[in-house]
């Protein structure tokens, strides 16, 4: 069960994780703006839903809700904020607290692609990229790979694969609306 959690928290953390931009992909979203994803992988599903709240022109702040399914067991995370300062480049691994905790992030490569996501394509640039993290002695190695489309609110992810070791996640764009 820990790996999973660790995969699962991991999966949360680096989504932020962008495919470089010159400008904050924040800086357009309006209160209201938001985004849903579902996400599958072994013995587990869920869903998480990103609301803009609250946005002035220094930072912008959203909600994630998320529901989770792991070994037929339901189970809701608290509604977290996350706030972005919109005044500068967005930076994903300070947003993620990626440094703080001691993960390594490497870049493995990025490039262009189209995906199909439902009826609708997108045109989106992908990276590839490594984390390495230790927790309670235990370290975890996760390659992802984000797709993002600036047709898509908030962070523009529209998909991301994720390994942690025999684990493979899928987080999958299944909604969004702009005010």
């Known amino acids: 069960m820990r790996p999973l959690f660790l995969s699962v928290l991991l999966v949360c953390l680096v989504p932020a994780v962008r495919a470089a931009d010159d400008e904050n992909p924040y800086k357009n ?76 992030v490497e870049n493995l490569g990025d490039g262009k692609e189209k995906i199909k996501i439902g009826d609708k394509e997108y045109d989106t640039k992908w990276t590839k990229s490594k984390a390495t993290a230790t927790f309670n002695n235990i370290t975890v190695v996760t390659e992802t790979k984000m797709w993002f489309s600036k047709d898509v609110p908030l962070s523009g992810l529209v998909r991301m694969d994720s390994t942690v070791g025999a684990i493979t996640t899928k987080l999958e764009l299944t909604g969004s609306g702009k005010k």
């Open 29 to 104: 979203s309006k209160v209201g703006d938001w985004v849903e994803y579902k996400m599958t992988g072994t013995g587990f599903e869920g869903k998480t839903k990103m609301t803009v709240v609250a946005k002035d022109e220094k930072e912008l702040t959203f909600e994630i809700a998320a529901s989770f399914t792991v070994m037929g067991k339901e189970m809701t995370a608290p509604v977290q904020k996350q706030t972005i300062d919109l005044t500068k480049p967005y930076d994903a691994i300070s947003a993620a607290n990626l440094a703080k905790n001691d993960v390594k």
